[in-house]
């Protein structure tokens, strides 16, 4: 059974800092991995997908690095904005095929200071 | 492009009764749609897997008879939840996944219902 688990739970950082969260996984058989950004009280948005045939994705400040061997990945947040404050999470395909749906960590809560 | 919608955002109802929850792809096609609960401080669980034109797939510990799912057509499906109690009280969370999939097999999530059962 595929489990999803996110280090820290909880992150605070005062503005401008770069910082990672991590991501692992116990089966490597997956489609693909995505990060997803959670506002309180709100619904999903995609940041980043990472095929499980690529090793990394960027998109603006956002850099996500996958190793499937391992079972891990990161999210990089480069030069942190209060805006960035939410919950992340990160999310395995079910099986290695299309179409699944998605097993979800418990995300973590970062918290931005000006 | 690629939105989908649900509706209600928030229901709030008494112990015993049945509510519905859609859920809509409003600019593509979805075959195959997911039903997922969050509960407060934890992950999203699924709970079933909605293809339409046949009988949803439940996940293991989900009651198929109290949580009623219905994908009539390619852009709409339905989950009831039947006999509401308070326990039942969650964010319930949709996704689509576009007819066809595509290279990347990206799912769109709607924003949510959250339930409250009294």
């Known amino acids: 059974k595929q489990e999803v688990t996110q280090i820290p739970a909880a992150l605070s950082v005062p503005e401008g800092e770069n910082l990672v969260l991590n991501c692992s996984f116990t089966?490597?058989?997956?489609?693909?991995l995505q990060w997803f950004r959670q506002d309180p009280g709100k619904g999903l948005t995609s940041l980043l997908l990472i095929q499980s045939s690529q090793r990394e994705q960027t998109s603006g400040r956002l850099n996500a690095s996958l190793d499937k061997s391992s079972g891990r990945s990161t999210l990089y947040i480069a030069a942190s904005q209060p805006g960035d404050s939410a919950t992340y999470l990160c999310?395995?395909?079910?099986?290695?095929?299309?179409?699944?749906?998605?097993?979800f960590g418990k995300g973590t809560t970062l918290s931005v200071s000006s | 492009g690629a939105v989908v919608s649900q509706h209600p955002s928030w229901v709030i109802c008494k112990s015993g009764t049945s509510v519905k929850i859609e859920c809509r792809s409003l600019d593509f096609q979805a075959t195959t749609m997911f039903w997922y609960r969050q509960f407060p401080k934890q992950s999203l669980m699924l709970m079933a897997t909605?293809?339409?034109?046949?009988?949803?797939?439940?996940e293991q510990g989900v009651e198929k008879d109290k949580f009623l799912i219905n994908h009539a057509s390619l852009t709409l499906s339905t989950l009831t939840v039947t006999s509401a109690h308070p326990e039942d009280s969650s964010f319930y969370i949709c996704?689509?996944?576009?007819?066809?999939?595509?290279?990347?097999?990206?799912?769109?999530f709607g924003p949510g219902t959250r339930l409250t059962v009294l």
């Open positions: 999310a395995v395909s079910k099986g290695n095929q299309a179409g699944t749906a998605l097993i």
């Open positions: 909605s293809n339409e034109g046949s009988k949803a797939t439940y």
């Open positions: 089966d490597s058989a997956i489609y693909n």
């Open positions: 996704s689509a996944r576009p007819s066809g999939g595509g290279r990347t097999d990206t799912q769109y």
